[in-house]
């Protein structure tokens, strides 16, 4: 910077070393400083991307991130070098080619995705991580574009086991009702063969009454399904199988005589 000042870091060094990488020349320079600290001191003026992409175009982000700062995280080194963009933004400009799962299944086989973010930040879930990525987005937006193949209950059940979908879903959004996000991820499969998925333990009226208390079951089932009597959607759930049962009593009448009733009583099978 003292030879010249009219130039900028990357000018420097382009002009010196064409045969090298950047990262094998910066690791030879100085172990003692992080990756962040010796790019603050390079140009304040330019953003992380339009410097990276400049840097090495053959290695992917990653492969750049492991090596340079094995200590942070990587939230950590996104939030300081550019707090002007989206995660999301950030992402679609690194490789615009691939899915996002694509390019994480290539950077650990033997891992899961969730196995990836809390690897990023493992005092957080994957929820709190994603709500400080991009917070002007809705979850289902940023599904919408990571994987477009897979139905979402494919990517649910990878990404949290130990969570029931009810507690998970409420602390997606709690101002939309369960049919208002419902509808819009996945218009191929019925609402039954998402929760018969999703939760085997419960049974589907106590979740339901959970979901939305200020409906009806009928109003709600009458949105999820117009095509089919309510009567047939009732026999495959597991609320109560209902039996009719005929008892015989006799009844001494007003008139003194004697009669034979029969009385229909709905019991739980």
Do not use: H
Not at 35 to 62: A, E, H, K, R, V
Not at 133 to 159: G, N, P
Not at 200 to 219: C, H, M, Q, R
């Amino acid at each position: 910077m003292i030879l010249d000042s009219t130039s900028t870091f990357l000018d420097l060094y382009m002009s010196l070393d064409s045969t090298s990488t950047f990262l094998e020349w910066y690791m030879s320079l100085d172990s003692t400083r992080t990756f962040l600290d010796l790019y603050m001191i390079i140009d304040s003026t330019s953003t992380f991307l339009d410097w990276y992409m400049i840097l090495d175009s053959t290695s992917t982000f990653l492969d750049l991130y492991m090596i340079i700062d094995s200590t942070s995280t990587f939230l950590d080194l996104y939030m300081i070098l550019d707090s002007t963009s989206t995660f999301l933004d950030w992402y679609m400009i690194i490789d615009s080619t691939s899915t996002f799962l694509d390019r994480y299944m290539s950077l650990d086989s033997t891992s899961t995705f969730l196995d990836w973010c809390m690897s990023l930040d493992s005092t957080s879930m994957f929820l709190d991580w994603y709500m400080i990525l991009d917070s002007t987005s809705t979850f289902l937006d940023l599904y919408m574009i990571l994987d477009s193949t897979s139905t979402f209950l494919d990517w649910y059940m990878i990404l949290d086991s130990t969570s029931t979908f009810l507690e998970w879903y409420m602390s997606l959004d709690s101002t939309s009702t369960f049919l208002d996000w419902y509808m819009p991820l996945n218009s191929t499969s019925t609402f039954l063969d998402l929760y018969l998925s999703l939760d085997s333990t419960s049974t589907f009226l106590d979740w339901y009454i959970s979901l939305d208390s200020t409906s009806t079951f009928l109003d709600w089932y009458m949105i999820l399904d117009s095509t089919s009597a309510f009567l047939d959607m009732y026999m495959t759930l597991d609320l109560l199988v209902r039996s009719l049962t005929c008892t015989y009593s006799l009844d001494f009448s007003r008139t003194g005589g004697w009669s034979c009733r029969c009385y229909w009583i709905l019991v739980s099978a």
